[in-house]
């Protein structure tokens, strides 16, 4: 399988460097293909801009989505965007690793996707009707591909639990699973989220190393989180409401996964 790892730490001996690292290691001694976008060695242009398409812009200002589908349809693109979709492209699975900084993912990593995820690569895709709203949200380019998150936080796990103070890691997590993963068509599997880093020594590295191993070797057995698919009789068309049969009374993020 191929599988690509998108990373985002300025160290590499950190500890998030560590466990991509051993990620990469292990995934390659098992016969996957690997390969790395290491955001911060690559020095990772994050501002999406004027500049990531050769010529002037398609109107008379810049138009984020108009631009970026006309330079991704056109060949217009910047080299640097055309890899990383190539990478994409070839890729079953995708791990996203970061360290949680300030309830998010680094903005290099934030940037990566506002500019890789170009209009008519990632979104603005297939037919709107009445009964179906674009290929998204369970459709779309990668639909068949697998996405996982790795990610680091300081904080103790208590404190992203229900009823912990930063709120529950599972909502945090929700606009980059649910939005920047889901949306595309990913497979998304359950995140490994790795709690106070900083109080972590030789034997819970190796027991974090063991886990990830374990994540990476049923990286294809691992049931998706379920998220509901726009298109699957779920949803109004065109409101995309949730059908009052379907989790009555209830509101908020958790009403868009079947658990």
């Known amino acids: 399988m191929n599988v690509l790892l998108v990373f985002a730490h300025p160290e590499p001996r950190s500890l998030n460097g560590a466990l991509k690292d051993a990620a990469v290691a ?3 001694q098992n016969g996957h293909q690997v390969q790395v976008s290491d955001l911060y060695a690559m020095k990772w ?13 398609v ?3 810049f138009d984020p989505s108009a631009d970026s589908a006309h330079a991704f349809r056109h060949g217009l693109q910047r080299d640097d965007i055309v890899r990383e979709q190539e990478k994409l492209r070839r890729a079953d699975a995708v791990i996203f690793q970061f360290p949680l900084w300030w309830f998010s993912m680094p ?3 934030k940037g990566w996707f506002d500019r890789v995820y170009a209009c008519g690569f990632a979104y603005g895709v297939g037919e709107h009707s009445d009964s179906h709203w674009g290929d998204r949200y369970g459709e779309g380019s990668f639909a068949g591909k697998r996405a996982m998150l790795l990610v680091t936080t300081g904080g103790w796990q208590s404190h992203y639990s229900p009823r912990g103070i930063n709120g529950h890691i599972d909502e945090i997590l929700f606009p980059i699973q649910h939005g920047m993963l889901f949306y595309p068509g990913f497979e998304v599997l359950p995140p490994m989220v790795i709690y106070r880093t900083g109080k972590i ?3 819970s590295f ?3 190393r063991a886990q990830l191993i374990q994540r990476l070797d049923t990286l294809w057995q691992t049931p998706p989180l379920p998220f509901r698919r726009q298109n699957g009789g779920e949803y109004l068309i065109p409101e995309l409401t949730l059908r009052a049969d379907l989790a009555p009374g209830e509101r908020g993020l958790r009403i868009h996964s079947t658990r």
């Open 107 to 109: 903005a290099i990593m």
């Open 59 to 61: 109107g008379e200002r």
């Open 201 to 203: 020594d030789e034997a």
């Open 206 to 208: 190796a027991d974090y």
């Open 26 to 28: 292990h995934l390659t």
């Open 45 to 57: 242009k994050s501002a999406l801009d004027a500049d990531d398409r050769e010529g002037k812009p």
